[in-house]
């Protein structure tokens, strides 16, 4: 099997929405696919052909954009190549990917582990409601958050104004996962070691941190491959970065090489993450034998680290909350009725929930067959095939949609910048939420009612939708939500692949953002986080669920 991180992966829409709950899901999921409905291994079956042939022509396809920037680096020739990618701009380019990610990540987990432990182990005064406001973050687009500070802060630029924004932006994404991980730790475990004489922070350091390694792993590479993706935080604050670099390119010479180039190169820097996530993680378990003590932890009295504390999320909620909210509120208020021009506003709307849930259900659908395969037929076919759809998770929007671009304009003129290449891109960048989602809904309907349908006389086709299907309706619906927010929220593939004459809410607010027409943009950026805050609730109420909380 591919990392475990890969599988969790959210899968990188640019703006960084959405992701933190395909790392929640994946807990269930990958609780579910080693206990396929049924005992032992007669709940296996063979795969029908039609479901087999399905899965491996959508996980060809999810290898698209990474197998083409290989062929367009092989038909370019090593002369080419080694130009474009040996030359001072690429240095400058890795130094300012590295520097970021090395600032970005440890500040992440420390201040994530600090919060989860804050809320989820001590007697904090509101600790749910604090809970909740550390997860709220995720409802505001990364760009939205760069845009409120800018706006705020004018002269916020460079590498230390890329780590304040990325950290405010992305720590809810190691957040959840740790304090998920702290909800179903074994207070037993701990108890032991308090009575061997350990102290509290011994305790913490020996018994509780080594259990949250997995959490902190997974969290850490998501948020690193967000940073590796992410372009409108950084264009704000004039901080250039592989995916802004890229963009530039392909807006400057359209198709060249060099921007492929520069996305080769962006493709390698991921997969060193993944790399060193698999080292950093290891081959540990954490898994115990039993139920474990039927029981709460024990919340740890702050004393006169209650006043610290709360300040510190008084703080953290400002800047991750109040400044996006504030801000938004300022410019609204500015602008007045002027700026919300409903005609325009309608219209972008009406776009972009067509596209999410256009999107949403093709990437459903394409993720059928293969969440039906990994859970009623596993096997070695199975395994390559689920890891070659969790490939594309790990690769940048931008990586994607230059890919598309770059074949629809040599190989399919006719499908450049249509409905169809747009579609096809969400369903690859949004493949593995809809992946997850399904594979924990099939897990929970039993594979006997397939078969006493099959019985009955009905065609495979029908007894699988008059059963499975019907039953995994629920976990489909949530992963279509997941998918249609981040459809919602997507820029950079938006931007270079939606037909002429299309404006999704992103789009129009970036288009008065970069006009520096600041009231304007609000309305939109404000419609994108209402409704980005309902799917966040849920998120947050089934991350308590899932821990039995």
């Known amino acids: 099997m591919f990392p475990t991180a890969i599988a969790v992966l959210q899968l990188l829409p640019l703006d960084g929405n959405g992701t933190a ?8 999921d990958l609780a579910h696919s080693g206990l396929p409905s049924g005992t032992g291994r007669r709940a296996r079956r063979r795969a029908p052909l039609w479901l087999v042939l399905a899965a491996i022509f959508v996980a060809l396809l999810a290898l698209v954009p990474l197998a083409f920037i290989i062929w367009i680096a092989v038909q370019t020739g090593w002369e080419t190549v080694s130009a474009l990618v040996f030359r001072p701009r690429v240095g400058e380019l890795l130094v300012n990917t590295v520097l970021l990610v090395a600032l970005s990540v440890p500040i992440t987990i420390v201040l994530s582990v600090s919060l989860a432990w804050l809320t989820e182990r001590s007697d904090l005064p509101g600790a749910r409601l604090w809970a909740w406001l ?11 958050h760069s845009y409120a500070w800018v706006t705020m802060v004018p002269g916020l630029h460079g590498l230390w104004a890329g780590v304040l924004v990325s950290v405010i932006a992305y720590f809810p994404f190691l957040y959840l996962p740790v304090s998920a991980a ?17 102290g509290p922070r011994r305790v913490f350091c020996r018994v509780v941190l080594p259990q949250l390694r997995l959490a902190i792993c997974g969290g850490s590479l998501l948020v690193g491959l967000h940073l590796l993706a992410e372009y409108g935080l950084y264009v704000f604050i004039r901080f250039d970065t592989f995916t802004t670099a890229i963009v530039d390119q392909f807006q400057s010479t359209f198709n060249g090489p060099a921007a492929n180039m520069l996305a080769g190169v962006l493709v390698s820097c991921c997969f060193v993450l993944l790399g060193l996530e698999v080292l950093v993680r290891g081959e540990e378990r954490y898994a115990r034998v039993g139920s474990g003590a039927a029981r709460h932890q024990q919340r740890t ?21 109040g400044v996006p909210f504030v801000t938004i509120g300022g410019w609204l208020a500015a602008g007045g009725a002027a700026v919300w021009r409903l005609d325009e506003i309608g219209l972008a709307l009406g776009q972009t929930l067509f596209l999410a849930l256009a999107g949403a259900l093709l990437a ?6 293969m969440a039906w395969i990994s859970i009623r037929a596993p096997g070695p076919l199975q395994r390559l095939l689920e890891g070659c759809n969790y490939i594309v998770g790990s690769l940048p929007g931008v990586v994607i949609a230059l890919a598309l671009v770059t074949i629809t304009v040599r190989i399919a003129l006719p499908l450049y910048q249509t409905l169809f290449t747009i579609l096809v891109a969400y369903a690859l960048m949004f493949l593995p939420r809809a992946l997850v989602s ?23 086709l029908q007894a699988l939708w008059s059963t499975t299907i019907r039953l995994s309706a629920p976990g489909a619906a949530a992963g279509m939500a997941l998918v249609a927010l981040g459809i919602m929220n997507e820029l950079t593939a938006t931007q270079m692949l939606a037909p002429n004459g299309t404006r999704t809410l992103a789009m129009a607010f970036w288009s008065y953002s970069g006009e520096i027409d600041y009231a304007s943009a609000a309305p939109y950026a404000f419609i ?11 998120l947050y109420v089934q991350s308590k669920r899932m821990a039995g909380r």
């Open 438 to 460: 399904l594979r924990a809904s099939i897990a929970q309907a039993p594979v006997e009612l397939e078969r006493a349908a099959s019985s009955l006389g009905r065609p495979p």
């Open 301 to 321: 009295s702050l004393g006169r680290a209650t006043l610290p504390s709360l300040l510190l999320l008084v703080v953290i909620t400002l800047l991750a909350l």
């Open 134 to 144: 550390c997860v709220a973050p995720l409802a505001i687009p990364a760009f939205v």
């Open 182 to 198: 702290l909800r179903r730790l074994d207070p037993a475990l701990e108890d032991a070691a308090a009575a061997l004489g350990l």
């Open 364 to 369: 459903t659908v394409a993720a059928m067959p």
């Open 528 to 538: 994108m986080v209402a409704m980005s805050l309902p799917l966040t609730w849920l």
């Open 21 to 28: 709950s395909d790392l929640m899901q994946s807990a269930v």
